[in-house]
């Protein structure tokens, strides 16, 4: 039986200075309505209504804006074909080859600060033989792909360097018919020529770890003894950078920023003063706070206010509100994630299935296989390598059904909040969000929800902004 | 005489089941492909390319996918392989394009060892002519892919034996190399010129048909329509239509097959497609051939490329019988049931006939 809430239309509603909005979620796209009816649906009791009002209403009904439809039960569609999925189609396989590292970053996942459980510290790494049977267990479950792409993971993957080169030369003898691609994060302080060689023979994509300019950097990013890393590492990126761009292959070097909040983001953004970083080098950003999620962040009023100035600045250059805008390389790379937002939003469909789940978790084992030292297997390098529901197989005995369905189905820790969240959608949280004290739990995933919902709002307001921009905002 | 092929992988399947009947005189005896591919051949019968060839006269070298033809270790493990093979003394069919200087290098050691080196690339008949448009005067098939990783390769083997078996003279052209061994016809080099003017092209292109119907007087020409149709994002373009479109003004269409992945598309919305292809390319799409493969969105998105997901071959059998329960225009079939092609070409008859 439904209750009175789920009879009720499944819409969220947005107004703008100028004009009202409805979005549905069974057509999940945005409608433009009238103030008469936008306050009717807000519950506005007040509200004349005339003939007008009554018409828009019933031409939303037909249409199907105002459905109230809900799924009627939350499970994956993925969990119908897994064990057919996992069998072939594996994309990537993460190997941690170490866990120690030559520096100490006071946000490390490995540094066992207090309120930070997340992985083992250790001076572990991994065997060639465990390497080899991680490749060939790839090799297997990857007979559908075309590629296979192998990423170095730590750690300091640099400190395991003979085993890379180990695992390069039997994958490349091994498995030539595919295309194979190498990847590396890396702090960079311990590149050498004869890496540098190698890695420009295999054709690895590198990927640095530059927090900002050198005061910003060197905040976290620390040797032993306590100096900072940012002169070495970028002097060995731009060893790095000249000769990969002799061989035409720039493009396979990137930079990760992790992105500390209680930072001020000018100082923080002052790193692409210096043109190579603003020119030359993708660069890709992810904040702190993601990182290390269990732990309370601390996040200054500056950083949330310059942000939203920031953001809002690239909402004007990108829908052309505003010429010759300066817009800082990390948010203009987040305009083409934006853009497929807004074709979703564009296209619209029609109507929730009756059996589905919430966007977010990937395929787990299928998309990037994270291997940590002792031959265990993760959904990807981002989760908690100390928790049980993470753990999902090993090399010797593949993978854990069970856990993966757990790990893929994680909707249905909150099936029923699932199904009647508006945003229901647009969610992007996996299991990684839902892990406490090494279990999945509702509890933890509704504590994401709020995030969740405020960035569908987000993005259904900016798309609102960029329809207004073409229409009543038009030059 | 009896050839091993290599690579061999399973979208030969159809071309290494109808070579007898284009070439009476060769049979592959023997498959090889690399260690890498051994899961992703059905059959999973394929040997490894690591023995003495004393069982066969010589080695058929098929080019690989396209996905594969910037893979700089398999090329040189083939190049390596046509080596090994000429230092055996067996001949070579080299249909695998390579790069001037070793195809010129492996032409010398065969005529070292004695021994036959048929290079397919250079065989390829670029049949340029004076400029001006031709009428085309026998019955023209296009067969497409939704996207540019969809395979059409099944469609165009088997429908034109079928349609031989049927009695008509057909010509089929294609955009692979390995069909050159069934003695289809490849696409001209320049209609894959990008420095060549559209317009130019076309108007090659055009000449290129007719002179196929001077050369083989076909009855019916079976082509291949290079490229995707439609675009996936607007960051995974698939080379959308384009080629579509520039084969679409040098000739018309009168049936078309469009290959298609397993996607949750009502055949309704195939209707409106085939309404949208009418304005956009002039001809409607006549049937459709799914494959067994489904677009993973989630995967697609975060990789910025077409990524595909197996479906089982119930799943296929199911959404095209639902399809065609619909009693619509479209045919809807499974390319890789062979025992659809019988229907298909019926289709075709049935459709170019008034039936």
């Known amino acids: 039986m439904q209750s009175a809430e789920n009879n009720k239309p499944f819409i969220k509603l947005f107004k703008t200075p100028r004009q009202f909005y409805l979005y549905s979620v069974n057509r999940n796209t945005v409608v433009n309505i009238s103030e008469e009816t936008y306050r009717f649906l807000d519950g506005d009791s007040d509200v004349p209504f005339s003939d007008d009002t009554e018409n828009e209403l019933d031409q939303l009904r037909m249409d199907g804006y105002l459905s109230a439809k809900r799924m009627q039960t939350i499970r994956h569609p993925f969990l119908d074909n897994l064990e057919e999925s996992l069998k072939t189609r594996m994309s990537q396989i993460v190997l941690q080859v170490t866990q120690s590292c030559n520096l100490v970053c006071e946000y490390c996942p490995f540094a066992n600060q207090e309120g930070v459980e997340y992985r083992k510290h250790s001076q572990k790494k991994m065997s060639l033989e465990t390497a080899k049977k991680a490749i060939d267990f790839y090799a297997a479950h990857a007979g559908e792909a075309d590629t296979l792409t192998v990423s170095f993971y730590g750690g300091e993957p640099l400190l395991a360097f003979d085993l890379i080169k180990d695992v390069v030369a039997y994958t490349n003898a091994r498995y030539f018919g595919k295309n194979i691609f190498y990847n590396l994060t890396t702090n960079g302080t311990l590149l050498t020529d004869e890496m540098i060689c190698f890695f420009i023979q295999n054709e690895f994509s590198i990927m640095f770890s530059i927090d900002g300019p050198a005061k910003i950097h060197d905040q976290h990013r620390k040797h032993v003894d306590g100096t900072g890393s940012f002169e070495a590492a970028k002097s060995n990126l731009f060893r790095l950078y000249d000769r990969y761009a002799s061989q035409g292959i720039k493009g396979k070097l990137s930079i990760n920023m992790v992105l500390d909040p209680k930072n001020d983001p000018d100082e923080i953004l002052m790193l692409f003063d210096d043109s190579f970083f603003n020119d030359k080098i993708i660069v890709q950003g992810s904040i702190v706070e993601e990182v290390v999620k269990d732990k309370e962040m601390e996040v200054s009023p500056r950083y949330s206010e310059k942000m939203q100035y920031l953001n809002f600045l690239a909402n004007a250059d990108r829908f052309k509100i505003i010429d010759g805008l300066h817009i800082c390389k990390l948010l203009k790379k987040s305009y083409l994630t934006s853009d497929q937002k807004y074709d979703t939003l564009k296209y619209g469909i029609n109507g929730l299935p009756d059996v589905g789940a919430p966007g977010g978790p990937c395929l787990p084992g299928q998309r990037r296989l994270f291997v940590n030292v002792d031959g265990d297997f993760f959904p990807c390098e981002k989760v908690s390598e100390i928790a049980n529901a993470m753990k999902i197989g090993d090399i010797d005995n593949g993978f854990d059904l069970h856990k993966i369905e757990g790990v893929l189905d994680v909707a249905n820790l909150t099936p029923e909040k699932c199904r009647n969240c508006w945003a229901v959608l647009h969610c992007v949280l996996c299991a990684k969000n839902c892990c406490h004290d090494g279990e999945l739990s509702g509890k933890q995933r509704l504590r994401n929800c709020r995030e969740q919902q405020s960035n569908t709002a987000q993005t259904i307001q900016d798309f609102i902004l960029q329809q207004e921009c073409k229409t009543i905002y038009k030059r | ?355």
């Not at chain 2, 070439?23 to 591919?37: C, E, F």
């Not at chain 2, 607007?234 to 018309?252: D, I, P, R």
Request: aromatic share 14%.
């Open chain 2, 1 to 355: 005489m009896n050839y091993l092929l290599y690579p061999y992988s399973d979208d030969l399947a159809d071309v290494v089941r109808y070579i007898p009947d284009y070439h009476a005189d060769m049979q592959v005896s023997k498959l090889a492909s690399p260690y890498a591919w051994k899961y992703n051949i059905k059959n999973n019968e394929n040997v490894s390319f690591d023995f003495p060839l004393d069982d066969v006269e010589g080695v058929i070298f098929a080019e690989v996918s396209k996905k594969y033809q910037k893979n700089t270790l398999l090329y040189k493990d083939i190049v390596a392989k046509i080596q090994y093979t000429l230092n055996s003394k067996k001949d070579v069919i080299c249909v695998k394009q390579l790069q001037e200087q070793d195809a010129a290098d492996l032409k010398k050691l065969a005529q070292e060892n004695g021994c036959a080196f048929d290079y397919y690339e250079s065989k390829r008949n670029n049949y340029d002519m004076e400029s001006m448009f031709q009428t085309q005067e026998c019955i023209m098939i296009g067969v497409g892919g939704t996207l540019e990783e969809v395979t059409t390769l099944p469609v165009i083997v088997n429908l034109a034996a079928r349609l031989k078996e049927a009695g008509y003279r057909v010509t089929t052209v294609a955009d692979d190399m390995n069909v050159s061994l069934l003695g289809f016809e490849r696409f001209p080099s320049y209609f894959f010129d990008e420095t060549q003017d559209y317009m130019q092209i076309v108007h090659k292109f055009n000449k290129f048909y007719k002179n196929l119907q001077l050369l083989h007087q076909p009855e019916i020409i079976l082509t291949q329509i290079p490229n995707g149709f439609m675009k996936y994002s607007n960051s995974c373009l698939e080379n959308f239509g384009v080629k579509a479109f520039m084969l679409s003004q040098a000739v018309n269409l009168d049936y078309f097959v469009l290959c298609a992945s397993l996607e949750p598309t009502s055949i309704e919305e195939f209707e409106q497609l085939s309404e949208m292809f009418k304005y956009r390319f002039g001809f409607e799409i006549n049937a459709i051939g799914f494959s067994d493969q489904r677009i993973d969105d989630t995967a697609s998105k975060e990789r910025d490329m077409v990524i595909y997901n197996q479906v089982s071959c119930d799943t296929v059998a199911k959404y095209i019988n639902a399809l065609n329960t619909c009693k619509k225009r479209i045919f809807c079939f499974n390319m890789f049931d062979l025992s659809s092609f019988g229907p298909l070409a019926e289709n075709v008859l049935g459709e170019l006939s008034g039936g």
